[in-house]
């Protein structure tokens, strides 16, 4: 009686165990699907677009640019 018992909770929990490795594997394929993740725009951020571009602009391109005036 006891090794049946033991047999099904086994069965049951392979069972369980592949079902969600399945739905993990189409989980996956649907935000795979897509494309490619991107970036979100300053405004999600809380940046203005002259602080986007402010930060873009790297210090060697500082250097040389005319001071703001």
């Known amino acids: 009686m006891n ?3 033991g047999r099904w909770v ?3 929990t392979g069972a369980l165990s592949v ?3 399945v739905a993990y594997l189409v989980l ?3 935000l795979d699907s897509r494309g490619p993740l991107l970036p ?3 405004e999600a951020l809380g ?3 002259a602080g986007a571009v402010a930060a873009a602009v790297s210090p060697a ?3 040389t640019a005319p ?3």
């Open 47 to 49: 940046i203005s677009a």
């Open 3 to 5: 090794q049946t018992r």
């Open 40 to 42: 979100p725009p300053p």
């Open 67 to 69: 001071p703001p005036g």
């Open 28 to 30: 996956i394929m649907l």
């Open 61 to 63: 391109d500082a250097a």
């Open 19 to 21: 079902l969600i490795g």
């Open 10 to 12: 086994a069965i049951i």
